[in-house]
C-alpha cells in the first residue's frame, strides 16, 4: 500500500492528513469544529451511557451532547476542525491507497 500524496501550491510534496478519530470522552460539544467543516463530516449527537460510565462526569450531564464522526469519506483532509477544538480531541491519518 502507498499513502495518497499531492504538491503544495509551491511543488513541495504534501501528505493529507484525513480525521480517523474524535474522542468523545474529551469533546464538550461546543459546536466549533461543526461549523469550519466544509464538507458535512461530523454530527452533533446526545453523550451515550457507555461514555458516562468510562468518565468522571457526573449522571446529571446525561444529555451532554458531543461530535461524532458522521461522514469520514467526506473529509478533505483540510484540519480545520483540529485547529478550533479547544480540547484536543482529533486524531488523523494518512490514507493508504
Do not use: H
Not at 460539544?29 to 449527537?45: E, I, M, Q
Not at 467526506?74 to 491519518?93: A, E, F, L, M, Q
Amino acid at each position: 500500500m502507498s499513502t495518497i500524496t499531492g504538491r503544495t501550491r509551491g511543488g513541495d510534496e504534501w501528505i493529507p492528513q484525513f480525521v480517523s478519530f474524535l474522542d468523545p470522552r474529551k469533546c464538550i460539544g461546543c459546536g466549533r469544529c461543526y461549523k469550519v467543516c466544509p464538507r458535512n463530516v461530523l454530527d452533533l449527537v446526545e453523550r451515550s451511557e457507555e461514555l458516562l460510565a468510562d468518565s468522571d462526569e457526573d449522571a446529571d450531564d446525561d444529555e451532554m451532547m458531543v461530535m461524532t464522526i458522521a461522514n469520514a469519506s467526506d473529509c478533505i483532509g483540510c484540519g480545520s476542525c483540529g485547529r478550533v477544538c479547544p480540547k484536543n480531541c482529533y486524531t488523523y491519518s494518512a490514507a493508504e491507497t
